[in-house]
């Protein structure tokens, strides 16, 4: 494995090259471009001056020669045949006709032309820039060209001292990264010790660097965690203590939901050992006994059902098929099912016996079949139902709840230390907190102790 000074220099090098390259190949596309154009303009200039010079009295061979010695520029004249009238660095009589060279063809559709080509007059790539003109009413083309190797030997230059700039650059950030490699390993190496201490029996609980702000936090992090580590160990025994209290409350949990099953287990074994036993038992009593039976076999179902809904909504796998609703009808369904086990007990539903929401017709009454019976297990006189568009709510005058227990009555499992609230295995509460937000509505809960208790739903 490489140490973290060679990574640096390896990842340097990369971009050095890196760099090199895609600025090299820009700079000289860029460069490369920018020549070319800016000599384009330099011959059209050129080539505009020509033009004001050049009249019937004007000797062409002479002008050529003049242009090749002064700008050292090659100067062709065209007619438009594409005779040659001039040239400065060949004699005319031995050159071709030039109405199908490219630039010039270009030059007669647009006026100007342009074009970059190996002369194999002179055997050099030339630029060459041709402009037309009418002198006289005749046209003439004026063609000045120049070599393309002076253009590339600029580029060159130019390229050779981006490519020193960027070495020396080089060379200066490497010296500068050496130094902070150095001190950044010196710093490592400080906190690598310290994290060693950490496994022995005698451990630092301090470091600190103010060798920048990264490092300053990594070393106060590090106090921070060796002063927990150790605080964590002297407190190990608080820390089995609570995992102790953690198994007894979930023995607690157990040994409740084992009791509710127990019952009606041992009912339905009993009522039906009994079927078994005596053939001949008196048709009112094995009615009896089966009422029983499947009495208890439905609680049993109505156990199963409300941890299976509790794990549900506990992993958030509980689907919602909401439909609208008539929650007056809603409500005093429920109080009639729930009636049948309080046949003295009175009911007070007010309000608009129209309004409807959006709900799971299923999970939410079991909202509202819960809310209610706990007003009927838990007080002796009337329960009120109170319906509005925004809300409703069931009031009662029973026992009350303590302020203890209003902090934890929607926890899965809890039991008030004064009563089996909700019921006895502490899901009621927890159920209906879990269906109300999955709804998106709001539980609240007002309660003073032998007052009284209400239950709202908001929507």
């Not at 083309?141 to 080089?170: T, V």
């Not at 409807?356 to 819960?370: M, R």
Request: net charge positive; aromatic share 10%.
């Amino acid at each position: 494995m490489l140490k973290f000074h060679q990574i640096v220099l390896r990842k340097f090098l990369t971009l050095f090259l890196s760099l090199f390259l895609i600025v090299g190949g820009i700079v000289y596309y860029w460069t490369y471009e920018f020549y070319i154009a800016s000599s384009k303009d330099a011959l059209t200039q050129d080539i505009e001056l020509l033009s004001l010079t050049i009249n019937n009295d004007t000797n062409l061979d002479k002008l050529a020669l003049d242009v090749k010695k002064r700008l050292n520029l090659r100067l062709t004249l065209i007619d438009e045949n594409g005779n040659i009238l001039a040239e400065s660095h060949k004699d005319k009589t031995t050159m071709d006709n030039h109405k199908y060279r490219d630039e010039i063809m270009q030059a007669r559709e647009d006026g100007i032309g342009y074009k970059i080509r190996h002369s194999k007059t002179l055997d050099k790539d030339l630029l060459y820039v041709v402009k037309k003109f009418t002198i006289h009413n005749k046209i003439i083309y004026i063609r000045l060209a120049q070599e393309i190797n002076g253009i590339q030997n600029e580029i060159f230059s130019l390229g050779l001292k981006i490519l020193a700039a960027i070495i020396i650059f080089f060379i200066a950030v490497l010296m500068a990264s050496y130094k902070v490699n150095k001190e950044i390993e010196y710093e490592t190496n400080k906190i690598v010790d310290f994290l060693k201490s950490l496994t022995k029996k005698k451990k630092s609980t301090y470091i600190s660097s103010d060798y920048s702000q990264e490092f300053a936090y990594i070393t106060n992090l590090l106090t921070k965690v060796s002063q927990i580590i150790v605080k964590k160990e002297k407190q190990k025994s608080k820390y089995t203590q609570r995992l102790q209290e953690s198994n007894k409350q979930k023995d607690d949990i157990i040994s409740a939901i084992s009791h509710e099953f127990k019952n009606p287990i041992a009912v339905v074994n009993g009522y039906s050992q009994t079927l078994l036993d005596d053939a001949d038992i008196n048709p009112n009593i094995r009615k009896k006994f089966l009422e029983k039976i499947h009495k208890n076999g439905v609680k049993l179902s109505e156990l199963i059902d409300t941890l299976r809904l509790s794990i549900k909504l506990d992993s958030g796998q509980q689907n919602l098929k909401k439909r609208k609703i008539n929650l007056y009808e809603l409500l005093s369904e429920c109080v009639d099912n729930i009636k049948i086990n309080y046949h003295n007990r009175e009911t007070i539903i007010s309000g608009d016996k129209d309004i409807t929401i959006e709900a799971d017709e299923t999970l939410f009454g079991i909202v509202a079949c819960n809310l209610i019976e706990n007003a009927f297990k838990y007080s002796e006189d009337e329960v009120h139902i109170n319906i509005t568009k925004d809300s409703f709510e069931v009031v009662d005058t029973g026992i009350g709840i303590s302020k203890k227990d209003l902090e934890n009555i929607t926890q899965k499992f809890y039991r008030a230390h004064t009563n089996k609230w909700n019921n006895s295995l502490g899901l009621g509460l927890f159920l209906v907190n879990n269906i109300v937000n999955l709804h998106g509505f709001k539980l609240e809960v007002e309660s003073i102790e032998n007052e009284g208790s209400t239950f709202r739903i908001k929507f």
